[in-house]
């Protein structure tokens, strides 16, 4: 390593015979004397990120009681109150349809990301918010955005320009991680390149880049080889836990290949889900951390959620429509319980970011996160009161802890509000009555 050291130095190496180039998190060596910037004075990278829960949730089992920063979790949000001081609870805020068909899971998502109800179904009347937000800030990054998709649907993203031209999303942390940690090569005369992911897992990144580490090193204080050897360590660890699912199971005498199942999407067992989302959240974590991207988007079960329970084919969708309510619980249990395991979900996000260090403060602090529903009681494929959650402070820029009544104000006030927390200085947005000027001031720190 002969370079001078910036926050663009990366550990170089050849696995399988390509050369690889490894990104590195803010190191102290990196920043200024208050940890707040970068050495020349730029500031840490502002992320943003959209996270998606399908089938929304029970309003008067999810939205609290009480505004501002004194809310008491309700039933549904009590998985999410151990990462409270991270998150807002926004509730009250209505996609208004103006006289068009309620397409169901379909109309809340597309008026909360687009600021315009659609007219048909499928429709994409407007490049959703992460598109307006990575044409902005996703230029100097290797990838201006990453989609995910835990439940194992690539079609299933919000990440959409227009009708036809989707981003689609990655179904398997095992193909995430090596579309970020892979190979740099790229065959000149190959149509396309695709490394092995088993042959990267196995021979690891992080012991390919071994001589270049020791160089780098040698020229950082002791906090900074801490901070690098618990990156690599919680790469190498990724690793170890990917390889898991490379490798052929030992064979049980007992056990006989099933039918292939009729109408079963990849990975929406919940459970599976649940596990590929843990994954692909630590894999996401460490592209911010080494700014390989500044804008994503993670489905944790999109609209008409396929999640089921493991030998149950009856899915969380089509119980929202056929299970009884229950009187004494105000609720449909089977259903709900998939709510329950989205907050959980939620709730591990956030912790995963909240959990790595970046200059003065944590991954979280510098990113935005915008956590939404397509419908709020799925029963009635209700549009009113969409539930929405944002989490992590935008470099200083946004207050947490709060919950938000809407007041029955259109949702639009949200993408607003995010768009000038990115930066991205827009006054008014949104169409017809959705049109709006009015930010969130709360949201405001």
């Not at 803010?26 to 970068?38: K, P």
């Not at 036809?164 to 149509?191: C, K, Q």
């Not at 009187?327 to 709900?336: F, I, L, N």
Request: one cysteine or more; glycine letters at 8%.
């Amino acid at each position: 390593m002969t370079q001078d050291l910036t926050r663009r130095t990366f550990l170089r190496g050849l696995l399988g015979g390509a050369s690889i180039s490894l990104g590195l998190p803010a190191l102290e060596i990196f920043l200024n004397d208050h940890g707040n910037a970068w050495a020349n004075g730029a500031p840490l990278p502002l992320r943003f990120g959209t996270w998606f829960w399908g089938c929304g949730m029970n309003p008067s089992r999810w939205v609290p009681t009480q505004a501002g920063d004194g809310w008491e979790p309700t039933v549904e949000l009590a998985p999410v109150n151990v990462v409270r001081e991270h998150v807002n609870i926004l509730s009250g805020f209505n996609a208004i349809l103006d006289g068009r068909l309620n397409h169901p899971h379909q109309s809340g998502v597309i008026a909360m990301l687009t600021g315009e109800a659609p007219e048909e179904p499928h429709d994409v009347p407007a490049p959703t918010l992460d598109i307006l937000i990575s044409d902005a800030v996703g230029n100097d990054t290797r990838f201006r955005s990453i989609e995910m998709s835990a439940s194992g649907s690539a079609r299933h993203s919000y990440s959409r320009r227009s009708k036809s031209n989707i981003n689609p999303a990655e179904v398997s942390p095992v193909a995430l991680y090596t579309r970020i940690f892979g190979p740099d090569f790229r065959d000149p005369n190959a149509a396309e390149f695709v490394p092995d992911p088993a042959v990267m897992l196995r021979r690891s990144v992080v012991s390919a880049v071994k001589d270049d580490r020791t160089r780098l090193e040698a020229r950082l204080g002791a906090a900074d080889r801490r901070r690098l050897d618990e990156y690599l360590t919680s790469v190498r660890q990724l690793e170890r836990q990917l390889e898991v699912q490379l490798s052929e199971p030992p064979p049980l005498a007992a056990c006989s290949v099933p039918p292939v199942p009729k109408e079963m999407e990849v990975g929406s067992e919940i459970n599976s889900a649940s596990r590929n989302h843990e994954l692909m959240t630590d894999v996401l974590a460490l592209a911010l951390a080494c700014d390989q991207t500044r804008v994503f988007n993670m489905v944790f079960s999109y609209g008409a959620s396929n999640l089921h329970k493991e030998g149950n084919n009856t899915g969380h969708h089509q119980l929202t429509h056929e299970e009884p309510m229950d009187p004494e619980q105000g609720c449909q249990p089977r259903a709900t319980f998939f709510v329950d395991r989205s907050m959980e979900a939620w709730a591990t996000f956030v912790q995963k970011l909240a959990a790595i260090e970046e200059g003065d403060g944590t991954l979280l602090d510098n990113t935005f996160v915008l956590a939404h529903s397509e419908t709020s009681f799925a029963k009635v494929h209700d549009v009113l009161g969409l539930p929405v959650m944002t989490a992590g402070r935008a470099g200083g820029r946004v207050k947490t802890g709060q919950h938000i009544e809407g007041a029955a104000d259109p949702v639009t006030r949200i993408g607003l509000s995010a768009q000038q927390i990115m930066g991205l200085g827009r006054e008014r947005w949104g169409s017809q009555s959705m049109e709006t000027s009015r930010a969130i001031g709360e949201l405001f720190a």
